[in-house]
């Protein structure tokens, strides 16, 4: 005995101009590079510093220079900062502590400074007000220089050097 088909069902006719909605297939977020390999929005150059704290470090950066957290800080399993980035204006900054900075170090007490970290901002006397009720130490008030730029100089509580710059003209 043969089995009966089943009659086709017809599908009603779709109207011209309309295709039938495909569901959204999802896609995996691909971290978005820039041009030289570097994650997009962060400079080709960003300095990475050694610090003693990093939850200090990063209340210090945005309270005595005006820096903000950029994305997320990586903590460790005991909760404390392993990894931040900060920005302030076009400048962006990276830091961890000892244990995590590959064998860095943080500036020794009382050694010459090699390095100093110059950042423009639009006005340097305002940052200079701010920087030292922010606890930096400061080095030199806010002065013009013969190049054209009115800068001032600070010491973080890690013993980096900074220099704050605005551009005279």
Same mark, same amino acid.
């Given at each position: 005995?043969?089995?009966?088909?089943? #009659?086709?069902?017809?599908? *009603?006719?779709?109207?011209?101009?309309? $295709?039938?909605?495909?569901?959204?297939?999802? $896609?995996?977020? $691909? #971290?978005?590079?820039? $041009?030289?390999?570097? *994650?997009?929005?962060?400079?080709?150059?960003?300095?990475?510093?050694?610090?003693?704290?990093?939850?200090?470090?990063?209340?210090?950066?945005?309270?005595?220079?005006?820096?903000?957290?950029?994305?997320?800080?990586?903590?460790?399993?005991?909760?404390?900062?392993?990894?931040?980035?900060?920005?302030?204006?076009?400048?962006?900054?990276?830091?961890? *502590?000892?244990?995590?900075?590959?064998?860095?170090?943080? *500036?020794?007490?009382?050694?010459?400074?090699?390095?100093?970290?110059?950042?423009?901002?639009?006005?340097?006397?305002?940052?200079?007000?701010?920087?030292?009720?922010?606890?930096?130490?400061?080095?030199?008030? #806010?002065?013009?220089?013969?190049?054209?730029?009115?800068?001032?100089?600070?010491?973080?509580?890690?013993?980096?050097?900074?220099?704050?710059?605005?551009?005279?003209?």
């Amino acid at each position: 005995m043969a089995k009966k088909k089943k #009659p086709a069902t017809k599908r *009603p006719a779709a109207r011209k101009g309309k $295709k039938a909605a495909k569901p959204a297939a999802k $896609k995996a977020a $691909k #971290p978005k590079r820039g $041009k030289d390999g570097n *994650p997009a929005g962060w400079p080709t150059l960003s300095p990475y510093m050694t610090v003693r704290d990093g939850q200090r470090s990063v209340e210090f950066y945005a309270k005595a220079f005006g820096f903000k957290v950029l994305g997320e800080l990586m903590r460790g399993d005991d909760g404390r900062v392993q990894h931040a980035g900060m920005g302030l204006g076009g400048a962006m900054i990276m830091f961890g *502590p000892v244990e995590g900075s590959m064998g860095l170090q943080p *500036p020794a007490a009382g050694a010459p400074d090699s390095l100093s970290l110059y950042v423009y901002v639009p006005d340097v006397d305002e940052l200079a007000t701010r920087a030292q009720r922010g606890g930096a130490v400061l080095v030199q008030a #806010p002065t013009d220089q013969f190049w054209r730029d009115r800068t001032a100089v600070f010491k973080d509580p890690d013993g980096y050097h900074w220099t704050f710059a605005t551009h005279l003209g």
